[in-house]
């Protein structure tokens, strides 16, 4: 494997590009190949035999397309399909919840710590069972806030709506004296402004593609793969349904003119 190769990124739309671009700040000359499955988001509410499906879908793309590891910029894909992924793809490939994991381990001061994600990531127990995993004495409070994909899909980060329903979703975890709060799904970041006007000021968010960084660049290493030319990677991103309406949000989002925004038909 060339360390010239991309690296692959997926997730069910555009979350995933939290990563994309916290993975081209710490690492410039990686090229990156995304997909967001933008025909089929959101994952939270499909069932795991489907989700499993969908990521070998998207992981056999990206392999044709010669990444060097890949990273599921998913919490629905991570928690219910990556072991399934590990077992049949022969590159590294890594997911979004034992970074961010970590991360809210170190930065907790109470052992009380929130979780926030789709129907799906909450109901597979993923977070729950890593954090007890490395401390057996946390005590985590999960919430699921099934609304948030399609508000972010929508680019409704700031209206009142979405602050209504975000302190709906919320409450729980303010009444459950959490210090720390993960954002368990990629596409939670966006939201952070309405996040932290609705819980306590003492809590602290962890953004797990934020976490990404360092585990991809540990892995890139490890495996002999880090690109060290000093040239900028170049970003292709795919999509599996409306990629001018993509290509606009890339564009707020990563704060730079997305075009060329391909459409790939899957399955």
Not at 24 to 30: C, I, K, S, T, V
Not at 35 to 43: C, E, L
Not at 191 to 213: E, F, N, R, Y
Request: net charge positive.
């Amino acid at each position: 494997m060339n360390n010239q190769n991309p690296i692959g990124v997926f997730d069910s739309g555009l979350g995933g590009l939290t990563v994309v671009k916290a993975i081209r700040n710490a690492l410039p000359n990686e090229s990156i190949v995304y997909f967001g499955d933008t025909a089929r988001v959101p994952y939270g509410n499909k069932s795991p035999e489907l989700i499993k499906e969908y990521s070998l879908q998207i992981t056999d793309f990206l392999l044709e397309r010669g990444t060097k590891i890949i990273i599921v910029a998913c919490n629905t894909a991570t928690a219910l399909a990556l072991e399934t992924l590990q077992d049949k793809l022969n590159i590294p490939t890594i997911g979004v919840v034992k970074p961010g994991v970590n991360s809210a381990l170190k930065l907790t001061q109470n052992n009380r710590i929130g979780v926030i994600g789709t129907i799906a990531t909450v109901s597979s127990g993923v977070y729950e069972a890593e954090l007890k995993k490395n401390n057996s004495s946390t005590n985590v409070t999960s919430t699921p806030c099934p609304l948030f994909v399609p508000l972010t899909e929508e680019g409704w980060l700031n209206e009142p709506v979405t602050r209504l329903i975000a302190e709906k979703y919320l409450k729980p975890i303010n009444e459950a004296n959490v210090d720390t709060l993960i954002l368990g799904c990629t596409h939670y970041p966006l939201l952070t402004g309405v996040i932290q006007k609705v819980i306590s000021s003492k809590i602290k968010l962890v953004d797990s593609a934020q976490a990404m960084t360092s585990e991809t660049t540990k892995l890139l290493v490890n495996h002999k793969l880090l690109n060290e030319q000093n040239n900028k990677g170049v970003l292709k991103l795919y999509v599996s349904d409306l990629p001018a309406r993509f290509e606009v949000v890339a564009s707020r989002f990563l704060g730079e003119k997305i075009s060329n925004v391909e459409k790939i038909q899957l399955g």
